[in-house]
């Protein structure tokens, strides 16, 4: 004997469908309270009809109707009001669940992750494009190392007579218009404001990981985390990925590659960016990205599942199984 | 209640112009996705682009009459993987029309926030449409069934899509209706077996679960490595 129910209807029924008592809503629901009914039924909760009905027949299990391996049965129809009440809630429950899903901190990390190499790969192309432009218009200015501040100076100068002084050069012979050289000095200006952007963005990135993933943060460092969580997917599905996945995330070419050909597989992805990693000899790095990822993996179920964050003290102690692999004596195959 | 009602005429909802498909709008004036708008015999109809739906491009390769392949008026659909609204849209056109006004109901099943997103625009203005941010391999979104469906679309991309299908198919489907499900070949496994011999066997399968399998579409040319599978349930 079954107890079946959906969001307005319960039923009891026996062995080949046959309905022994049915219970319908009365009148017409709300949509809140439809809301309600629906948000019960998928927390296997039983509606005030199914609890009535159980009450009459404690016996029955109690199931919803798409349980499989039911017989044959049908439910009671709702009434035509109800059923209009019932499509609006549908409707309702879809947008809460949009809103709710908005503003999530893994979107955020992604958008504020994607802005910044969007932001850094113009700034690169840009201001490498203004260095060799200033280099060619003065073929004698000194650009040295510094070449933000080369631009700063640049930008600062509205004569180009007044900039040649400052950096110590004669005004060259060709008299480029003023326009151009405003031009220059804009797109310099340009160069250094993205700059700022970058930091910018870098900072609200640094204090929403730390925040959001506490534990990989002080393990990989802010900016790191925010990028394996992003290739993972978000927090939750980074806490669940083995640690060779997150070994290799970022290295999906080197590694289906692999996969395909039997080309050697690649001993780490994203997380060859920490120092512990590319700072030590290549034939160890291997080792530590391994030990690392699988560091990673504990760190991101401690943030995904609101453990006690990890501090510097156990990434110290993280630190001396490096220096530990990094000591270990290289075999003589070892590359 | 949003019965089927099948002894309504088709009314000309769905045109065919040598190769160009056209549904009429139930939103006069308004495009969906930036689709043609076209009059036939002052009726505003909007263009149906095979290359961007695998149902249009369905249409165009079947051997059966197109309509067949399609919901009637007022019909109770069900439609897994809705995506942006592209085909929906156009189901949307022949199963409730302006207003709703053949008291058709489109559950359109999606996993994805962002495509639920833009589906919600088209809400408002259509009403008997209803999205459902869910899982198709899970149960959340079957509470939205008030009854079985008269006619089924799946396309949903995902490792197993004939899987999901059948069991959709076994528990949501009206008896003698219509599904037509969307197959993406590179989201199943790869395996050495011949394409031929691969559709051989979920032709196999399908008829093993009690459905016809009408035709197999290959959709080459519209979407690549994409079969559409036209089935009935037996009466």
């Given at each position: 004997?079954?107890?079946?129910?959906?969001?307005?209807?319960?039923?009891?029924?026996?062995?080949?469908?046959?309905?022994?008592?049915?219970?319908?809503?009365?009148?017409?629901?709300?949509?809140?309270?439809?809301?309600?009914?629906?948000?019960?039924?998928?927390?296997?909760q039983p509606t005030p009809e199914a609890l009535e009905l159980h009450h009459r027949f404690s016996d029955a299990?109690?199931?919803?109707?798409?349980?499989?391996?039911?017989?044959?049965?049908?439910?009671?129809?709702?009434?035509?009001?109800?059923?209009?009440?019932?499509?609006?809630?549908?409707?309702?429950?879809?947008?809460?669940?949009?809103?709710?899903?908005?503003?999530?901190?893994?979107?955020?990390?992604?958008?504020?992750?994607?802005?910044?190499?969007?932001?850094?790969?113009?700034?690169?192309?840009?201001?490498?494009?203004?260095?060799?432009?200033?280099?060619?218009?003065?073929?004698?200015?000194?650009?040295?190392?510094?070449r933000h501040e080369f631009l700063r100076k640049a930008s600062t100068h509205e004569e180009m007579a007044t900039f040649c002084e400052s950096i110590g050069i004669e005004l060259p012979q060709h008299n480029m218009p003023s326009k151009e050289w405003n031009l220059m000095r804009t797109s310099a200006q340009h160069v250094l404001d993205l700059k700022a952007e970058i930091d910018r963005v870098e900072q609200a990135l640094r204090m929403l990981s730390n925040e959001y993933l506490p534990s990989v943060s002080?393990?990989?460092?802010?900016?790191?985390?925010?990028?394996?969580?992003?290739?993972?997917?978000?927090?939750?599905?980074?806490?669940?990925?083995?640690?060779?996945?997150?070994?290799?995330?970022?290295?999906?070419?080197?590694?289906?590659?692999?996969?395909?050909?039997?080309?050697?597989?690649?001993?780490?992805?994203?997380?060859?960016?920490?120092?512990?990693?590319?700072?030590?000899?290549?034939?160890?790095?291997?080792?530590?990205?391994?030990?690392?990822?699988?560091?990673?993996?504990?760190?991101?179920?401690?943030?995904?599942?609101?453990?006690?964050?990890?501090?510097?003290?156990?990434?110290?102690?993280?630190?001396?199984?490096?220096?530990?692999?990094?000591?270990?004596?290289?075999?003589?195959?070892?590359? | 209640m949003c019965m089927s009602n099948n002894h309504q005429p088709k009314s000309k909802r769905f045109l065919m112009e040598k190769s160009s498909i056209w549904t009429l709008n139930a939103t006069p004036g308004k495009r969906v996705y930036g689709e043609q708008l076209k009059r036939f015999s002052g009726q505003e109809f909007r263009r149906w682009d095979p290359y961007r739906s695998k149902i249009a491009a369905a249409l165009l390769r079947t051997k059966q009459e197109p309509e067949n392949l399609l919901p009637r008026p007022g019909s109770n659909v069900l439609y897994l993987g809705a995506g942006h609204g592209t085909t929906i849209s156009h189901i949307h056109d022949i199963v409730c029309g302006s207003k709703n006004h053949s008291k058709g109901r489109i559950v359109g099943v999606d996993i994805s926030p962002r495509c639920i997103r833009d589906l919600l625009l088209l809400v408002e203005k259509r009403p008997g449409f209803i999205p459902i941010l869910a899982d198709a391999r899970k149960n959340d979104w079957q509470n939205a069934m008030l009854q079985r469906a008269d006619w089924l679309f799946q396309d949903v991309s995902q490792t197993g899509q004939l899987d999901i299908f059948l069991e959709t198919c076994g528990n949501h489907l009206k008896s003698d209706a219509k599904a037509l499900f969307s197959f993406k070949m590179a989201s199943e496994r790869w395996t050495d077996e011949a394409i031929a011999n691969q559709l051989e066997t979920m032709k196999a399968r399908i008829e093993h679960s009690n459905f016809v399998c009408e035709e197999v579409l290959d959709l080459q040319g519209y979407e690549d490595e994409h079969f559409?599978?036209?089935?009935?349930?037996?009466?």
């Open positions: 004997m079954w107890l079946v129910y959906d969001w307005q209807a319960a039923v009891v029924i026996d062995q080949v469908g046959q309905i022994i008592d049915d219970i319908q809503v009365q009148g017409i629901l709300s949509t809140r309270d439809i809301l309600q009914r629906l948000s019960d039924l998928q927390n296997n299990q109690m199931c919803q109707k798409h349980e499989p391996n039911l017989p044959l049965f049908a439910l009671p129809e709702p009434s035509i009001e109800n059923v209009e009440q019932f499509d609006k809630a549908l409707i309702l429950q879809t947008k809460m669940e949009i809103e709710f899903g908005a503003g999530h901190p893994d979107r955020r990390l992604e958008h504020l992750v994607r802005l910044s190499d969007e932001l850094r790969s113009s700034q690169l192309t840009l201001e490498n494009r203004c260095i060799e432009w200033f280099g060619d218009m003065f073929p004698y200015a000194q650009q040295k190392r510094d002080v393990l990989l460092g802010p900016l790191l985390a925010a990028r394996m969580c992003v290739e993972a997917h978000g927090r939750e599905r980074l806490s669940k990925l083995p640690s060779g996945t997150i070994q290799v995330l970022g290295a999906e070419k080197a590694f289906f590659h692999h996969l395909k050909t039997g080309s050697p597989p690649p001993k780490h992805g994203h997380i060859f960016m920490h120092p512990w990693i590319s700072h030590s000899p290549k034939w160890v790095r291997g080792k530590i990205s391994r030990m690392l990822a699988s560091k990673v993996s504990i760190a991101a179920k401690i943030d995904a599942f609101q453990g006690e964050a990890w501090t510097e003290k156990d990434v110290e102690k993280i630190g001396k199984r490096v220096e530990v692999l990094r000591s270990a004596k290289r075999k003589k195959n070892q590359k | 559409l599978f036209v089935i009935r349930s037996i009466g």
